[in-house]
């Protein structure tokens, strides 16, 4: 069982950035792919990034790629994503997900995080 609790989200002007945080309990962590995910208004929830156990490997949505980046500390049982030149499109409840390490990228997520706004004005 891993439970996953994000922060760092906020309000920020078009252009700026954020660093998200997700915190997991447990201690098989480091065994687990770690995926963000985003939902906007009225919009399905949609794919940004993921990172393997080891942080050898990530996986980005062409949406975002050069502009965010995923990254996780295992001794701290935190993966980040850093979100650069932010765009109003940006604006969406962000989520982290945990997958075990079968198959990469992952193609299920099976522990999600409860979200954490992220609102970008233009």
């Known amino acids: 069982q891993v439970q996953l609790v994000e922060s760092g989200g906020g309000l920020v002007q078009a252009g700026g950035s954020l660093r998200l945080s997700c915190a997991a309990s447990?201690?098989?962590?480091?065994?687990?792919?770690m995926g963000w995910f985003r939902q906007a208004p009225g919009k399905e929830r949609e794919f940004v990034l993921a990172i393997d156990w080891s942080g050898g490997n990530t996986y980005y949505a062409d949406s975002v790629k050069g502009r965010f980046t995923i990254s996780r500390d295992n001794a701290k049982n935190t993966v980040y994503l850093q979100m650069n030149s932010l765009k109003p499109e940006d604006t969406a409840v962000y989520y982290c997900a945990a997958a075990p390490s079968i198959a990469w990228p992952p193609p299920v997520y099976d522990y999600w995080g409860q979200g954490t706004q992220v609102t970008v004005s233009s």
């Open positions: 447990g201690r098989t962590f480091s065994t687990y792919a």
